[in-house]
T-cell receptor, first 114, second 111 residues
Framework: GAVVSQHPSWVICKSGTSVKIECRSL??????MFWYRQFPKQSLMLMAT?????????EQGVEKDKFLINHASLTLSTLTVTSAHPEDSSFYIC??????????FGPGTRLTVT | RKEVEQDPGPFNVPEGATVAFNCTYS??????FFWYRQDCRKEPKLLMS???SGNEDGRFTAQLNRASQYISLLIRDSKLSDSATYLC????????????FGKGTSLLVTP
């Protein structure tokens, strides 16, 4: 149980385009989902907390207009990287929380912007 | 500033060895503590939660010292499959349910 999927698993896009990443909890409902980013040899950095039916809460330094988050249902959250640039290339990981303090991670999406 | 600090390693140990990782956190108002394991280019997976009284799961033992704001993970009888990066993870009370990750400690177990 407690499986989280992400799609796509990897994507290569050109600078200036937008990329949407989906995060789904497959066998449980998640009121809260989290989006993280991880650069090589760095720790996971929380980007935003996504609550179903309300606006996401962004961490300091994360541009909400660039990283659009939608949590339209209890099993789906999406992250859209708008006008992507090479510096946005990273490993994006979501997690879903069925109960407080318990998080299950998706397999991650590797984004490369050329 | 909220921080979780770990020795990045790498720790290279032979099979069968015992190895210990340490972690310190800066926020005294922390309430939940975990060790996660992350394999190369994969997502983190929960290894174990860390309780105030200390807890053990097979070859893995976790300890928490709230006074010193210090967490440890001990791995006994290391296996080749233990090679991974071990992430110290803390929930700060004023962060809601968000988790704060250390940079991880890299372990390589050799034959």
């Amino acid at each position: 149980g407690a499986v989280v999927s992400q799609h796509p698993s990897w994507v290569i896009c050109k600078s200036g385009t937008s990329v949407k990443i989906e995060c789904r909890s497959l066998d449980f409902q998640a009121t809260t989902m989290f989006w993280y980013r991880q650069f090589p040899k760095q720790s996971l950095m929380l980007m935003a907390t996504s609550n179903e039916g309300s606006k996401a809460t962004y961490e300091q330094g994360v541009e909400k207009d660039k990283f659009l988050i939608n949590h339209a249902s209890l099993t789906l959250s999406t992250l859209t990287v708008t006008s992507a640039h090479p510096e946005d290339s990273s490993f994006y990981i979501c997690s879903a929380s069925p109960v407080p303090y318990e998080q299950y991670f998706g397999p991650g999406t590797r984004l490369t912007v050329t | 500033r909220k921080e979780v600090e770990q020795d990045p390693g790498p720790f290279n140990v032979p099979e069968g060895a015992t190895v210990a990782f340490n972690c310190t956190y800066s926020n005294s108002a922390s309430q939940s503590f975990f060790w996660y394991r992350q394999d190369c280019r994969k997502e983190p997976k929960l290894l174990m939660s860390v309780y105030s009284s200390g807890n053990e799961d097979g070859r893995f033992t976790a300890q928490l010292n709230r006074a010193s704001q210090y967490i440890s993970l001990l791995i006994r009888d290391s296996k080749l499959s233990d090679s991974a990066t071990y992430l110290c993870v803390v929930n700060f009370r004023d962060s809601g349910y968000a988790l704060n990750f250390g940079k991880g400690t890299s372990l390589l177990v050799t034959p």
